[in-house]
DNA sequence: GCGGCAAGTTACCGGTCGGTAACATTCTTG
DNA sequence: CAAGAATGTTACCGACCGGTAACTTGCCGC
């Protein structure tokens, strides 16, 4: 149950030194997705950032506010990349379903990944009222009102039952990523959704 | 990010005291998956038991040790419930996944629900030397070989495809229940695996 | 009643948690 | 160069973390 310790973060004083800030914020959500926020304490993200608590307490008022930037920003690199993988399929929402699943399997296999950092969050957070939660909640409602559109758009003949279908085939990849080494059955991902669409007369 | 006090779990004495190993394991059990692991503490389990840190060392070698029998009886229990679930209908293995997903779904939607405790493990536990991450990992391979066994028995055109995306059906469910209240897209489990098992042919 | 054991009590350990005060240094910019 | 902002340093806070020692109390069967 040990913690990320202070010390053992590769290296304390990363070449580049932009604001403090960001160095801190680049660090605290690498550190916040690889090993859990719960398990990263300020100590070891200012001692990665090659900086000291007092810096970090002057640019943000608490670490749950961290973890809320951390999450908000997980969100809109998650949009940023669902839009370009989006993009080239204007107006085929078929495509564009096989587009995002054939990115998602290629993306969650990679060896670097550690699923959904939202995902992740909704496990970890279970306090209501934290700052964090509220992101992670509208991310997967966002995530479930787009399927559903794009199933209405392929005109299912259950427009809702299939977006919430393949919103459930992706979500699983994600928590399979975390036991099974390169992801497992997260590679039948992309198929499993074609069969959906085909099924669903889309 | 506040953590399970040791003050505010209910009641600090229950009425049955049966010998005080159970008692510490039990409430130990029931918070781990209801807070999650990380959030609760030695003290926090001991006092909601009604009992002393002593107690507790004088049953388990450690907390971790804790953590790994916890998701040993929660693995021994998922797998009674489907050996349950799957009994009445022997031999006809297109019908036992469709009983499984009905109990998954109305499992999954009830309020007291938060998901698979073993998959929440795999969230929280990044250290691979952890005692309980091969708990979590045997559990979901053999997840991963039952539904793929089933795929095969119900004659299935590719039964690892089938396998891999019926357990990312239910995989997601567990990930969706812990951010839609009652579930949310789960309910759409059952059909999706039906609508798969019939484009595979089963 | 007495021995033995299970359980409770109290105090303690070093370490980490999130967070702060006071002060010194360096960097940037006019 | 000087002023002011940004950053670093050190020490500290109370609380909690997982874990332990020494001793006392309660309960059981013999």
Known sequence: ?????????????????????????????????????????????VCAAGTNKMSFYRSFPSKDELVADYLRHKDSHFWLWW??????????????????FEAHVSKTCS?????????????EIVEEDHPGRAVVVSHKSEIRRRFRALAVAMMARDPEQLGDALMLLMEGGYLARLTFPKGGPVASALIAARTLMDAHGA
């Open 1 to 45: 149950m040990s913690v990320v310790r202070p010390e053992d973060s590769s290296l304390c004083e990363p070449a580049a030194k932009p604001r403090v800030r960001d160095r801190i914020f680049d660090t605290a959500c690498e550190l916040f997705y690889r090993h859990g926020i719960r398990a990263v304490g300020i100590d070891a993200i």
């Open 83 to 100: 839009d370009e993988v989006v993009a080239p399929h204007q107006g085929r929402p078929r495509q564009q379903v096989e587009a995002l």
């Open 111 to 123: 060896k670097e990944s550690r699923g959904c950092g939202l995902a992740n969050a909704a496990v």
